[in-house]
């Protein structure tokens, strides 16, 4: 099934529509205790991750599920096909003092990050190219998937391999995305740039 789409913009308006959207999906398949926990306290990650994405940014939200053997494939989506100005950025990383994006720190803010990226960068998608292949973090999750260029949080974990030390994996245990998430894949497409967070439910 796939949910209602729900319009959210950089100030958080929607967000408590997009909420509402999520204790929806939670009741229309009777989730309970860990699982509708879960599916909250994602959603609410998703939200988060739009607020102060861009300046003017606005983006669609929405929930889908699917059966499978293994248990309920629950995904929750945000999109955007908005390309945004560059002067606009170059406004808005004036007033950071490292006059860098503050936001891309974590996982969830790397995350932000390359959405951001693909959101503003739409048209051409060079500027897209360049982004992923200067960033080492990107590269270790990154694939390509039905023509797309996709970074899967999965991937990225694999590739980091045994040594668990160091600052990735310092972000990742303080990530509750990375923690609860089964999956997050980051499409950046020409067209649009697309999150969706996939969680596996075993009932």
Same mark, same amino acid.
């Not at 500027?127 to 797309?148: C, K, L, P, R």
């Not at 990375?178 to 740039?193: G, N, P, S, Y």
């Given at each position: 099934?796939?949910?209602?789409?729900?319009?959210?913009?950089?100030?958080?308006?929607?967000?408590?529509?997009?909420?509402?959207?999520?204790?929806?999906?939670?009741?229309?398949?009777?989730?309970?205790?860990?699982?509708?926990?879960?599916?909250?306290?994602?959603?609410?990650?998703?939200?988060?991750?739009?607020?102060?994405?861009?300046? &003017?940014?606005?983006? =669609?939200?929405?929930?889908?599920?699917?059966?499978?053997?293994?248990?309920?494939?629950?995904?929750?989506?945000?999109?955007?096909?908005?390309?945004?100005?560059?002067?606009?950025?170059?406004?808005?990383?004036?007033?950071?003092?490292?006059?860098?994006?503050?936001?891309?720190?974590?996982?969830?803010?790397?995350?932000?990050?390359?959405?951001?990226?693909?959101?503003?960068?739409?048209?051409?998608?060079?500027?897209?190219?360049?982004?992923?292949?200067?960033?080492? *973090?990107?590269?270790? &999750?990154?694939?390509?998937?039905?023509?797309?260029?996709? *970074?899967?949080?999965?991937?990225?974990?694999?590739?980091?391999?045994? =040594?668990?030390?160091?600052?990735?994996?310092?972000?990742?245990?303080?990530? #509750? #995305?990375?923690?609860?998430?089964?999956?997050?894949?980051?499409?950046?497409?020409?067209?649009?740039?697309?999150?969706?967070?996939?969680?596996? #439910?075993?009932?």
């Amino acid at each position: 099934m796939k949910s209602d789409v729900i319009r959210i913009y950089s100030d958080l308006r929607g967000r408590g529509e997009a909420l509402a959207a999520a204790e929806q999906f939670i009741a229309y398949h009777r989730l309970t205790g860990k699982n509708a926990l879960h599916i909250r306290l994602l959603t609410e990650e998703l939200v988060s991750m739009v607020n102060g994405i861009m300046d &003017g940014f606005r983006g =669609d939200v929405w929930f889908e599920s699917e059966n499978t053997p293994e248990g309920l494939r629950c995904r929750i989506c945000l999109s955007s096909d908005k390309a945004v100005d560059p002067v606009q950025e170059e406004q808005m990383l004036s007033v950071s003092t490292s006059g860098k994006n503050e936001h891309a720190r974590g996982i969830l803010g790397k995350i932000r990050e390359s959405f951001r990226v693909s959101a503003q960068y739409s048209g051409d998608g060079v500027d897209i190219h360049e982004y992923t292949t200067a960033n080492t *973090w990107y590269q270790m &999750g990154a694939g390509t998937v039905e023509q797309a260029q996709c *970074w899967s949080l999965r991937r990225y974990q694999e590739n980091l391999g045994a =040594d668990h030390t160091g600052e990735a994996w310092d972000e990742l245990e303080k990530s #509750i #995305i990375a923690k609860l998430a089964d999956d997050v894949k980051v499409w950046l497409k020409l067209d649009r740039a697309e999150v969706v967070i996939e969680k596996l #439910i075993r009932l």
